[in-house]
T-cell receptor
C-alpha cells in the first residue's frame, strides 16, 4: 500500500512569507502528526489531528497552524516565516493516534524548508 | 515532563562489529518505546516497538531491550554492515502526550 506522502519535498522562501505543506496519510489512517526537525533541537512535536480535530498541540507560536480534511489529508501552514523556521517538517500517520498505547507511526520523507 | 536522552551522539565502528546504542528516559510510566532509523535527508523508518509489558523485541540482526524501572533501553546491532549507517532515534509514548524523541545516535559503519 502507498506510504505517507508529503509535498513539496523541498522549498525555499524568504522571511515574512507564508508556506503550506501537505501530508497524505496511509489509506485508513485517521491520525496525522506533524514534527519539526532541526539539528539543534531534534524532533519537536507540532500538532496531531485525528478525524479532523486537533487532538494535541506542541509548544510552538500561533504562526504554526494546521488542519485535517475529511479524507484525512492534512496541511500545515506557517505564516510570517522567520530564519529559524528552516527545518525538515515531517508528518506521520497512524490508525489509532498518539497516546493510544499501541501506536506505530509511519513517517513521510519530509518537506525541507529553507527560509532566506 | 518526559525527556529522552541518547548516548553516544555519534559512533563509528568497523564492519562486522557488534554494537549497542543507548536510550534513557525520565518518566518510567510509559506505554511503549520505539526505535527508528533515519537516513540523511529522509523520513523515519520504524525498526522495533516494545510495549511497556515487554522486556525485548527482535528483528533480524536487531534486538531492543527495555528496563522500565531504570528508564533505559538499548538497541543491539549484530554484525554491523555499511548499510546500517544512519541515525538511530528512540521515542517514548506515555500518558496523554505525543511521542517524545531523543536526538539520536549517528552511526557510521566503516567497510
Amino acid at each position: 500500500k502507498a506510504g505517507v506522502t508529503q509535498t513539496p519535498r523541498y522549498l525555499i522562501k524568504t522571511r515574512g512569507q507564508q508556506v503550506t505543506l501537505s501530508c497524505s496519510p496511509i489509506s485508513g489512517h485517521r491520525s496525522v502528526s506533524w514534527y519539526q526537525q532541526t539539528p539543534g533541537q531534534g524532533l519537536q512535536f507540532l500538532f496531531e489531528y485525528f478525524s479532523e480535530t486537533q487532538r494535541n498541540k506542541g509548544n510552538f507560536p500561533g504562526r504554526f497552524s494546521g488542519r485535517q480534511f475529511s479524507n484525512s489529508r492534512s496541511e500545515m501552514n506557517v505564516s510570517t516565516l522567520e530564519l529559524g523556521d528552516s527545518a525538515l517538517y515531517l508528518c506521520a500517520s497512524s490508525w489509532a493516534g498518539q497516546a493510544s498505547g499501541a501506536n506505530v507511526l509511519t513517517f513521510g520523507a519530509g518537506s525541507r524548508l529553507t527560509v532566506l | 515532563k518526559q525527556e529522552v536522552t541518547q548516548i553516544p551522539a555519534a559512533l563509528s565502528v568497523p564492519e562486522g562489529e557488534n554494537l549497542v546504542l543507548n536510550c534513557s528516559f525520565t518518566d518510567s510510566a510509559i506505554y511503549n518505546l520505539q526505535w527508528f532509523r533515519q537516513d540523511p535527508g529522509k523520513g523515519l523508518t520504524s525498526l522495533l516497538l516494545i510495549q511497556s509489558s515487554q522486556r525485548e523485541q527482535t528483528s533480524g540482526r536487531l534486538n531492543a531491550s527495555l528496563d522500565k524501572s531504570s528508564g533505559r533501553s538499548t538497541l543491539y546491532i549484530a554484525a554491523s554492515q555499511p548499510g546500517d549507517s544512519a541515525t538511530y532515534l528512540c521515542a517514548v509514548e506515555s500518558g496523554n502526550t505525543p511521542l517524545v524523541f531523543g536526538k539520536g545516535t549517528r552511526l557510521s559503519v566503516i567497510a
